[in-house]
């Protein structure tokens, strides 16, 4: 094994692997950077083309793809609040707050920092982790992760600690509108009204794109000036930028755990980098000391955020190398390029074509270090973006956001539910509705419904696989441990009042 | 007899004449018949994402028809409803061929069956089948059972299965029915996850189309093929033994294959689909056409109107055979 990871760094000298690479990087941090496209789209794309390449160059072009596009979604997130990629999204809670302070320099340095460190963690778990792959596959069944999804949603709870009910009230929202649509579980429609369009459920893309992007859009238009509320505020340049890059490192448990969770969810074919942007978020808010802080432009928000959407990158693939079990639509892709080049994937990849296995990873991590450099290089350039007025920046925003909504799915009426989101996601801005809970409730609540079912039928119907399994044992102590440490903070905070004496 | 023979060569001259209005007549009448087909580009219909088997066929072959038809045919992906959306767009278009859809049947059959929305496919305008996939069943290599008797002994199988209402269902129902094997459904397993189920232990068996990652997971190591719904051996996993093999020809033949079969709207004129199942018949036997095809892990059958008019009619059969099992079940649950 070791032979060949020597062999393919020796190779990465040779130009044609450096296009490659060059290549795989570009198309990530492009269509990452568009709303709504992404590495599936890009890696679609360009499939066709590599028909007939030598099968290293090509992978490394797909490594490329795949390690870069959550990196450049981050930047449209923190600059415009408008997140490139679905796992992006948490990155607009604290970056775009801090864009509007004139941080945004600072928060892209951040950012970029901790997608690189999040995807380096990954790369050496799963490098470490491959020969123990089955352990990790089987170690994961629906009762645990659906504990997983439980100690998330009661996180939720404590992400909008400033107004619990309220928060709790937009997460309940985002649970019900995670049930519209045929399920084909029950093989039933639930609240579809009769309409083809609601078919399949509320799309999450459309969603959060109107409630993030476009939202913000109504509201930074009516207010006008420039996205920086100060337009004399000093950027800084690329100091600042170098001052966010350094700054990672005093956030180092928020990077480890975002690390850590991402590589794990990664890891779960189904679970996808929104879940685990979400959770490390949620979680970061839960353990830190200054829990107010997050979403006012906390720099530990971004690292949380950011952290986590690349370490999946390093997770996703272990399934995928080791038993050709794709995890998420880049990894389906990839299969399709296994086949094309007439790579068989699972246990013969690593015994036979190791070469294929290190060109991924050290694809990966060369192209995660070449968009980290693109970055940390263009950032003070790009955030001058927030001093420009936004007269001119929302029309820009704004047609960038429709067509990535219309890219998706060539669907007209996903756009006309970005505008409703928009005009739902302000509104409920303006009365203090927090839209964090209510977009982690879409997106966890649906897992939630589907990895019950799937318990109980595997059981026959008995409740006891929820509380024998060992992973579920230690998920369930933590939520307990969770709720009991929240109610003791409580209680400390505001004791009860002393009875009065007689 | 002068008389007559003048007015025979009259005659003659007036059947002539009559002869020769008669060929124009005719003449105009085949002009005025011969259809004005395609005007436009003709749209193809595919209920499902980009990037996926339909889709991959969908796009092979609409190309080479474009070379046909003379006009552009133009893939529209139409998602929804398990491709249901593209099934009722191309049932309520206009009868003039320019729109086609491929569906997969017979889960849009069952489908239907579960949840009416007024479509009846006997009444489509069936232009011939694009791809035929074999299903299979399979599990875990490390599961010691190999034949429906090993099965029947135990006491609930589990099937991972994606939903309540999809093909596999109801050949999973049909299946366990045929053979005497007591089971249940563990849902929620889309493609990628199926094997991930498998391994892990939710279930024990999973049945689908034998081709793309499937294919591939099925020839490597760690799982194995119990049999294919087939009557004949499945040349990329030749060790598998056929339902025939095992003594339950009634789940032979294709009548449980996914099949890709491309309709009009109901009422297209006959010579207008001639004209589509032409082209769609030519396409079909390109050598590119079918290697593009066969990479996409998919099998190429083709099928003139009326035989893919009677496929559906026999799938229309099955279905409602089983329906009432299958919907049992799904009550059950």
């Not at chain 2, 119990?226 to 020809?249: K, N």
Request: charged content about 15%.
């Amino acid at each position: 094994m070791f032979e060949a990871f020597l062999d393919g760094l020796a190779g990465m000298g040779n130009p044609a692997v450096i296009g490659a690479i060059v290549l795989g990087t570009v198309l990530g941090v492009l269509f990452g950077v568009i709303p709504g496209l992404g590495s599936v789209i890009a890696m679609t794309l360009i499939l066709p083309f590599t028909f007939g390449w030598d099968p290293i160059i090509a992978m490394y072009v797909f490594a490329g793809i795949i390690g870069t596009a959550s990196t450049g979604g981050g930047v449209p997130a923190i600059l415009l609040n408008t997140p490139g990629t679905i796992a992006n999204v948490c990155t607009t809670f604290d970056g775009f707050p801090m864009t509007r302070r004139g941080e945004g320099g600072r928060a892209i340095g951040l950012a970029a920092t901790a997608s690189a460190l999040g995807t380096l963690f990954s790369i050496v778990v799963l490098a470490a982790l491959l020969p123990l792959a089955e352990i990790m596959l089987r170690a994961f069944t629906p009762p645990d992760f659906f504990w997983l999804i439980i100690l998330g949603l009661i996180a939720v709870t404590f992400a909008s600690r400033q107004n619990m009910v309220k928060g709790l009230a937009a997460g309940g929202v985002g649970i019900l509108i995670a049930l519209i649509g045929f399920s084909p579980v029950f093989g039933v429609r639930r609240y579809t009204l009769g309409s083809e369009y609601l078919w399949d459920g509320i799309e999450i893309v459309p969603l959060v794109i109107g409630f993030f992007a476009l939202s913000e859009l109504i509201v930074y238009t009516s207010r006008g000036g420039s996205i920086a509320r100060d337009a004399n505020v000093n950027l800084g340049g690329f100091r600042q930028i170098m001052r966010g890059a350094v700054e990672v490192f005093q956030y180092k448990a928020i990077l480890l755990r975002g690390s850590v969770i991402g590589t794990v969810i990664g890891a779960i074919p189904g679970a996808g980098g929104a879940v685990a942007n979400f959770l490390s978020y949620s979680t970061a808010k839960q353990a830190s000391k200054t829990p107010e802080l997050f979403g006012t432009g906390y720099p530990g928000g971004v690292v949380a955020s950011e952290s986590s959407n690349d370490a999946k990158d390093g997770g996703i693939l272990l399934p995928t190398l080791t038993f050709g079990i794709p995890g998420n639509g880049e990894m389906v892709i990839l299969m399709g390029a296994f086949v094309l080049h007439g790579i068989q994937p699972g246990r013969d990849l690593l015994v036979n074509r190791l070469d294929i296995v290190w060109a991924i990873i050290l694809g990966v991590i060369a192209a995660q270090v070449l968009t980290t450099i693109i970055i940390l290089g263009g950032g003070a350039w790009l955030a001058r973006i927030s001093l420009v007025p936004v007269k001119y920046i929302a029309p820009f925003v704004a047609i960038l956001s429709f067509i990535g909504v219309y890219a998706v799915r060539s669907n007209i009426w996903d756009v006309a539910l970005a505008v409703f989101a928009a005009i739902v996601g302000f509104s409920m801005r303006r009365a203090g509705f927090p839209l964090i809970t209510l977009v982690i409730g879409f997106v966890l609540g649906q897992l939630a419904e589907e990895k019950f079912t799937q318990s109980l039928q595997i059981s026959g119907g008995g409740y006891s696989i929820f509380f024998t399994r060992p992973v579920s044992i230690i998920l369930l102590l933590g939520i307990v441990f969770m709720l009991g440490w929240s109610m003791y903070k409580a209680a400390k905070k505001n004791p009860a009042p002393q009875r009065a004496e007689p | 007899m002068a008389r007559i023979g003048r007015i025979g060569r009259l005659g003659r001259l007036m059947l002539l004449a009559g002869a020769l209005a008669a060929i124009a007549a005719f003449g105009a009448a085949c002009g005025d018949d011969e259809p004005d087909f395609p005007t436009r580009d003709v749209e193809w219909f595919v209920g499902f994402a980009a990037g996926g088997g339909f889709d991959t066929a969908s796009r092979i072959i609409a190309d080479k028809m474009s070379d046909d038809l003379g006009v552009n045919v133009v893939v529209r992906n139409i998602e929804g409803g398990g491709g249901r959306r593209a099934v009722q767009e191309i049932a309520r278009s206009d009868p003039d061929g320019h729109a086609i859809s491929i569906m997969n049947m017979p889960n849009q059959i069952t489908a239907e069956r579960l949840d009416p929305e007024d479509v009846d496919f006997n009444e489509l305008s069936w232009v011939g089948r694009a791809v035929i996939q074999t299903y299979g069943l399979y599990t875990a290599s490390a599961n010691d059972f190999n034949t429906p008797e090993d099965l029947q002994g135990m006491p609930d199988v589990r099937f991972c299965l994606s939903g309540l209402a999809g093909h596999s269902f109801l050949v999973a129902s049909v299946t366990t029915e045929v053979m005497g094997i007591a089971w249940n459904p563990v849902t929620g397993y889309r493609g990628q996850e199926t094997q991930a189920g498998l391994l892990r232990g939710d279930c024990e068996l999973a049945l689908g189309p034998i081709a793309g990652t499937t294919l591939t997971a099925v020839q490597g190591p760690d799982f194995k093929v119990l049999w294919m719904y087939s009557s004949e051996r499945f040349g990329p996993v030749p060790d598998a033994p056929t339902v025939d093999e095992l003594g339950f020809p009634e789940l032979g033949g294709s009548k449980f294959a996914n099949n890709g079969l491309v309709a009009a709207a109901p009422g297209t004129p006959d010579d207008i689909l001639q004209i589509l199942a032409d082209a769609f018949d030519s396409a079909l036997q390109d050598a590119d056409v079918i290697a593009g095809i066969n990479n996409a892990g998919m099998g190429v059958e083709r099928l003139t109107p009326d035989e893919t008019a009677v496929v559906v009619e026999g799938m229309d059969g099955i279905v409602s055979e089983y329906i009432d099992t299958v919907r049992q079940k799904s009550q059950a649950q």
